[in-house]
């Protein structure tokens, strides 16, 4: 039962355009999200969170959505570069940011100069 | 400022011998996750500990799996005897609390 669910396992997009990557979860106690990047022979890294008291979170070129009604939440990436190319996880909590997180099996996201 | 550290970094054993993996959290984080990264199930969280001390194992696939944390800087995660199913790439992850998670490098671990 994935709790979570990357639906596309990868994605091309042109250098500059907008990058959307989309997460869905089942479970309804989740209440913090979070975008992990990762690079070959790296560990996941730390991009943006959000918590499910707010809908929206910006830094920089990266902005995540969440809509609740939907168990819906979006990355944004605009504008994209070549060196965004990794693979994107979205992680969900129930008890915080400390607490045991469940990842998505994550989005290649390829950008083409 | 060094992130998680881990050790090895790549694995390879035969089924039965006895594997142990190593990881160095991030000096001052007090919570450590072990989690497990395969093509099939993704990464799953196997273990964390909270101040050395475990909180949730229900990850941990089964007794052959083990996992330690003697003090704040170091924990093991051992697999006696290995399999070939065990193959994959283990991570160590340290934060703070109601923090973001810092990954370590991970192991690629190949059981023959």
């Known amino acids: 039962d994935q709790q979570v669910k990357q639906n596309s396992p990868s994605l091309s997009v042109q250098e500059g355009r907008i990058s959307i990557l989309n997460c869905d979860y089942t479970?309804?106690?989740?209440?913090?999200f979070l975008w992990y990047k990762k690079y070959p022979a790296e560990g996941p890294t730390f991009l943006i969170s959000?918590?499910?008291?707010?809908d929206k979170n910006e830094d920089g070129r990266f902005t995540v959505f969440l809509n609740k009604s939907a168990k819906h939440l979006s990355l944004h990436i605009v504008p994209s570069q070549p060196g965004d190319s990794a693979v994107y996880f979205c992680?969900?909590?129930?008890?915080?940011?400390?607490?045991?997180?469940?990842f998505g099996k994550g989005t290649l996201l390829t950008v083409n100069p | 400022d060094a992130g998680v550290i881990q050790s090895p970094r790549h694995e390879v054993t035969e089924m039965g011998q006895e594997v142990t993996l190593r990881c160095k959290p991030i000096?001052?984080?007090?919570?450590l996750f072990w989690y497990r990264q395969t093509m099939m199930r993704g990464l799953e969280l196997l273990i964390y500990?909270?101040?050395?001390?475990?909180?949730?194992d229900s990850g941990m696939p089964e007794d052959r799996f083990s996992a330690k944390m003697p003090n704040a800087s170091f924990s093991t995660l051992k697999i006696q005897p290995s399999e070939p199913r065990d193959s994959a790439v283990y991570f160590c992850?340290?934060?703070?609390?109601?923090?973001?998670?810092?990954f370590g490098p991970g192991t690629r671990l190949t059981v023959l």
């Open positions: 959000i918590s499910s008291i707010k």
């Open positions: 992680a969900a909590s129930d008890g915080g940011s400390n607490y045991k997180l469940t």
């Open positions: 992850a340290s934060s703070l609390p109601y923090n973001e998670q810092f």
């Open positions: 500990f909270n101040n050395n001390v475990p909180i949730d």
């Open positions: 000096s001052g984080h007090n919570s």
């Open positions: 479970n309804s106690m989740f209440d913090y």
